[in-house]
């Protein structure tokens, strides 16, 4: 008599029933261990992706010294780089230490390239006047340049989770332009199936891993970093509004509070017929520090033509009424850690 194919076995099921059923187990096991070596290695700030536009154009406008960057959108190609004035590790006029000196109160200022200070020496920066002038006053602090060209409040974020950490800063400043924007993504906060699936692709960094390598792969096409940057539409929408999502200065507030690190955010100064603000009161966060320059500006009695080298960028000595609205600020908490 003819036995039938699927004969039971002991245990009662079939070896090809038993490897149909346990092929998804070692899929997810898999997946779930490539999750887990994600997690490790893949940096927290690199969860969404700087648009290509705003990429291409800064790559195409910055010269061989910039590079595609998946983290931060653009960085620069060679460091140090003596001859641009930037140390190792990208910030102006600096031989930065990994070690912060004992009893030094060390800042980061974080900015584009009114920052960096385009067009003035680098000891006519903001960042370099604020801290002669604090040192002047006795208080032993460091604020390190980290501007570069185009950043926005978008990199200052991911800066501060990725790359400032280990230089353990006790605060930072913020010099990002007027728009926040654009902003990390946030999952869908839905509680059907596709609101699950959204937070588990938002959270993984498998999934982002994929994503950047898909970046890195394109960006590189040809053998050139700078073309060929074209993607597949790997972003998750935000079911949120516009204005109900966290912007990024609300995120490096929220990032300074957990981290017992102040955050100073400047007003961005803009001089063509008047000198103002494209950074105010009303597009920060509640509880954040607002180094107001515009004022401050206005009341050195300066023409805009002195102050300013064009709309964004400031002359040597709109930068040290800058700094020292800068220092002026700061020195009342400055004096509060140093008394601690």
């Known amino acids: 008599m003819l036995r039938p194919s699927c004969t039971r076995i002991s245990g009662g099921v079939h070896p090809r029933v038993r490897r149909l059923l346990f092929a998804p187990v070692v899929v997810l096991a898999v997946l779930s261990l490539a999750e887990g070596v994600a997690r490790v290695v893949m940096r927290k700030g690199a969860l969404v992706s700087v648009p290509e536009e705003m990429v291409r154009s800064h790559l195409q406008g910055g010269g061989a010294d910039l590079v595609y960057d998946p983290i931060l959108g653009w960085r ?6 003596w001859g641009l004035g930037v140390d190792q590790y990208g910030f102006r ?63 200052a974020l991911r800066l501060i989770q990725t790359t400032l ?26 509680s059907g199936i596709r609101g699950a699936l959204q937070r588990g692709l938002f959270y993984s960094r ?18 050139a970093e700078k073309r060929n940057l074209a993607l597949p539409d790997l972003a998750l929408p935000s079911p949120f509004p516009q204005r109900d999502r966290p ?24 001089g063509d017929a008047t000198a103002r603000a494209l950074l105010g009161t009303d597009d920060l966060p ?32 709109g930068a040290a009424v800058v700094g020292g609205q800068l220092a002026d600020v700061m020195e009342p908490w400055v004096v509060e850690q140093s008394s601690r």
């Open 76 to 81: 620069r190609s060679q460091l140090p780089n």
């Open 93 to 155: 006029d600096a031989d930065t230490r990994l070690e912060k000196a004992p009893g030094t109160l060390r800042g980061f200022a974080l900015g584009d390239s009114q920052t960096f200070g385009a067009g003035i020496e680098a000891d006519e920066a903001y960042a370099a006047v604020a801290e002669r002038l604090l040192r002047e006053r006795g208080h032993n602090v460091e604020i390190i340049n980290a501007g570069l060209a185009g950043y926005r409040s978008i990199q």
């Open 165 to 190: 950490p280990p230089f353990d800063p006790d605060f930072v400043v913020v010099d990002c332009q007027g728009q926040d924007s654009p902003h990390d993504e946030m999952p869908s906060q839905d």
């Open 206 to 223: 498998l999934y982002r891993t994929a994503r950047i390598g898909v970046e890195q792969a394109s960006a590189r096409l040809g053998g």
């Open 247 to 270: 912007g990024n200065h609300d995120l490096i507030l929220a990032w300074g509070q957990s981290h017992d690190i102040e955050v100073f955010f400047l007003d961005y100064p803009f």
């Open 286 to 317: 509640t509880g954040a520090r607002l180094v107001a320059t515009v004022p401050a500006l206005r009341a050195s009695g300066l023409p805009v033509p002195e102050l300013f080298l064009d709309k964004n960028h400031l002359t040597a000595k």
